[in-house]
């Protein structure tokens, strides 16, 4: 009932907002995380230029609640009049693969506009290990097992995902300890609690790994990263083996395609400046800018290989 309601408000919008030009009032950007997070920032640059170039503010809007999912839910429901967007990152298509009461689904609810930018994800060691490269890495896991912990940002996190998949290639068994960010897991593997990690690697990852604070193994793309220079891919080790996180602005499912489109546009030029690109590579991260349709796709298919592994590993979250 409640989509049909929204089909009919976009059907009036179209009807209605011609003399309208998109956007014609504020525009929310709910971002379903803490400020100062990868897709908050992400946020705020884009909302500042957006704001600039279409006329009405971009205001960005942190909803944490339950780990953002009831925020992710609100954007669903709202009017489809693109004048409410979502700033969300990759756990997005894999939530709903791991909390069953979830009432939103990512394909069905949501209209992609783009995927902004993707962070590659780097697997990292405390120092003490005495490792540095995956292949002496796993072989030492083997040895040790349990007595080895891997941290998380959370126990439906990327970062858990990604090291559940890494463990499932590598026929490894280390324990997860799951934190409540990604800050306290990279604090804990600074000190030595924790002794591994594979997780988003941007933000101030690159210089702890510089200054010899944590050793870099691989990364987790299938190409090498300029953010980490001279640093293997995991899949040399294990051909295929490739995760990443990303950041990515959706619509209300049934948002007029011409909404969709005007903001797609604006974002695109917007991206084809280069100081916008610097202040992206600034924070670790590649520009994307893609089709609404490339965003799609890699919802479908971001949802299809975490489902392998979930069912694969019965993973579930309450």
Same mark, same amino acid.
């Given at each position: 009932?409640?989509?049909?309601?929204?089909?009919?408000?976009?059907?009036?919008?179209?009807?209605?907002?011609?003399?309208?030009?998109?956007?014609?009032?504020?525009?929310?950007?709910?971002?379903?995380?803490?400020?100062?997070?990868?897709?908050?920032?992400?946020?705020?640059?884009?909302?500042?230029?957006?704001?600039?170039?279409?006329?009405?503010?971009?205001?960005?809007?942190?909803?944490?609640?339950?780990?953002?999912?009831?925020?992710?839910?609100?954007?669903?429901?709202?009017?489809?009049?693109?004048?409410?967007?979502?700033?969300?990152?990759?756990?997005?298509?894999?939530?709903?693969?791991?909390?069953?009461?979830?009432?939103?689904?990512? +394909?069905?609810?949501?209209a992609p506009?783009?995927?902004?930018?993707?962070?590659?994800?780097?697997?990292?060691?405390?120092?003490?290990?005495?490792?540095?490269?995956?292949?002496?890495?796993?072989?030492?896991?083997?040895?040790?097992?349990?007595?080895?912990?891997?941290?998380?940002?959370?126990?439906?996190?990327? @970062?858990?995902?990604?090291?559940?998949?890494?463990?499932?290639?590598?026929?490894?068994?280390?324990?997860p300890v799951?934190?409540?960010?990604?800050?306290?897991?990279?604090?804990?593997?600074?000190?030595?609690?924790?002794?591994?990690?594979? +997780?988003?690697?941007?933000?101030?990852?690159?210089?702890?790994?510089?200054?010899?604070?944590?050793?870099?193994?691989?990364?987790? @793309?299938?190409?090498?990263?300029?953010?980490?220079?001279?640093?293997?891919? +995991?899949?040399?080790?294990?051909?295929?083996?490739?995760?990443?996180?990303?950041?990515?602005?959706?619509?209300?499912?049934?948002?007029?395609?011409?909404? +969709?489109?005007?903001?797609?546009?604006?974002?695109?030029?917007?991206?084809?400046?280069?100081?916008?690109?610097?202040?992206?590579?600034?924070?670790?991260?590649?520009?994307?800018?893609?089709?609404?349709?490339?965003?799609?796709?890699?919802?479908?298919?971001?949802?299809?290989?975490?489902?392998?592994?979930?069912?694969?590993k019965n993973?579930?979250?309450?």
């Amino acid at each position: 009932m409640l989509r049909a309601l929204l089909g009919c408000a976009a059907v009036l919008w179209v009807l209605s907002g011609a003399a309208q030009p998109y956007p014609s009032k504020p525009v929310r950007i709910v971002v379903p995380a803490s400020p100062g997070g990868a897709s908050d920032l992400v946020a705020r640059l884009v909302a500042a230029q957006l704001s600039e170039t279409l006329g009405q503010p971009f205001i960005v809007e942190n909803r944490v609640t339950s780990g953002g999912i009831v925020g992710t839910q609100q954007v669903a429901e709202s009017p489809p009049d693109g004048h409410t967007l979502l700033a969300t990152f990759d756990t997005f298509a894999s939530n709903a693969l791991l909390f069953k009461s979830l009432k939103w689904d990512p +394909i069905r609810d949501f209209a992609p506009v783009m995927q902004l930018c993707r962070y590659p994800q780097v697997l990292l060691v405390h120092p003490s290990l005495g490792v540095h490269n995956v292949r002496d890495f796993v072989a030492l896991a083997k040895q040790r097992g349990a007595q080895l912990n891997y941290a998380s940002a959370g126990p439906a996190s990327s @970062s858990r995902l990604a090291y559940e998949l890494f463990k499932d290639v590598a026929g490894i068994d280390t324990v997860p300890v799951h934190y409540k960010g990604g800050g306290p897991a990279l604090q804990d593997l600074l000190s030595g609690q924790v002794q591994v990690m594979l +997780i988003q690697g941007g933000g101030p990852i690159p210089q702890y790994v510089k200054s010899g604070k944590l050793i870099a193994l691989g990364i987790s @793309s299938l190409s090498p990263s300029k953010f980490y220079p001279g640093l293997p891919t +995991i899949a040399d080790t294990y051909p295929g083996f490739a995760t990443e996180s990303w950041v990515a602005m959706l619509a209300p499912a049934a948002t007029p395609k011409p909404a +969709i489109e005007r903001l797609h546009g604006a974002l695109a030029k917007m991206f084809a400046e280069p100081a916008m690109r610097e202040r992206f590579e600034a924070q670790g991260c590649d520009i994307v800018a893609g089709t609404p349709e490339d965003l799609g796709r890699v919802l479908r298919e971001d949802q299809a290989k975490w489902a392998r592994l979930v069912r694969a590993k019965n993973i579930t979250v309450e």
